[in-house]
């Protein structure tokens, strides 16, 4: 089951998983078995879930959730009990993974029943608890959003620009030289509106700065 709320507003930088991860338990003689990967769609979720599909197809159970977005979103997630009774696998695995601090994220745990009914209470803490058990040891790294500027600044102002670049994380992707230096520059969004009040502090105010389509109108 897919679902979506009201869009939020999109943070521009958030930890995501560093690269696919697992980790298993065994409960009662079932065994539980979580694989997590980031995923950027709905689409990239039901892919990974046609793959473990593959890679258990005799496994009792294969449930899953997943949150496309950052840590906590409800725009865009999905989940599935996988022939578990209601409310006791998707449910608990997405609530996890909303409450990890991890964006972009798909969990699926397959389960190799073992002859011992859990109960809903305990299929809930199987579930959820498998997922958290793998999130403990999933490497993490940051996703960043970014934007280009496209800057001009006399040749006096070069080395300036230079200078405060590694201070917003922002990087010279290519550089013109003609009348005035050209630079355009590749910043974290989050860094945008500091960079260039950045950049016209250190030209006194004569840098122009272009944003988005290079062959748009400057910023005011």
Known sequence: MASGGPTAEVSARYPVPGARHRAEQTIDRSRF???VERISSPADAQ???????????DATHNCW?????????????????AGEPHGTAGRPMLMVL???GVGDIAAIVTRYYGGTNLGTGGLVKAYGGTVQL???TMPRVE????SELLVAVGYESISAVQQLLPRFEA????EEYGERATFRLRVPESNVEAVRGALL???SGKAEILSGDPDGPPEP
Do not use: K, W
Not at 47 to 57: A, I, Q, T
Not at 65 to 81: C, H, K, N, Q
Not at 143 to 146: G, H, K, N, Q, V
């Open 134 to 136: 793998t999130l403990a």
């Open 33 to 35: 078995i979580c694989t």
């Open 201 to 203: 502090d250190a030209t």
């Open 47 to 57: 892919e990974f879930l046609r793959e473990m599909n593959g890679e258990f197809p």
């Open 98 to 100: 909303q409450h990890s």
């Open 65 to 81: 959730a997943y949150l496309v977005g950052a840590p906590g979103s409800t725009d865009r997630i999905g989940m599935s009990d």
């Open 171 to 174: 990087t010279s992707l290519a």
């Open 143 to 146: 996703r960043i959003d970014y």
